[in-house]
């Protein structure tokens, strides 16, 4: 007589063998602090510089929509272009300014 075998609903998915392995964090011990610390500033910094760079188009944009003249518009878009240039060049050098100071701090002796 076969028996119907039922996962209790008190039962995370994570503990159901199907699903073993998402509660299975083994794999992080692989990496030193070091690294995940580098990772972490790194993306953390590139979010940060990411929400700017969107506040700064949704301000732009909030300019141009308010424009009553296409001369003005045209010179909020020059504006706003050399501007995003320019942090073009800022945002990369801080993002790796950021990693090799992460890098330093990570290096034992230094």
Known sequence: ????????????????????SLGNTDWAKLWSDAP???YADGWGKVLGLAADRLQDQATYLRQVSQCTDPAEALKLNAAFAQQSVSHLLEDG??????????????????
Request: hydrophobic content about 40%.
């Open 1 to 20: 007589m076969a028996t119907e075998t039922t996962v209790p609903k008190s039962q995370t998915a994570a503990s159901n063998p199907l699903f073993a």
């Open 36 to 38: 995940a610390r580098i």
């Open 93 to 110: 050098t801080k993002i790796f300014d950021g990693i090799r100071t992460s890098i330093a701090a990570g290096v034992p002796g230094k």
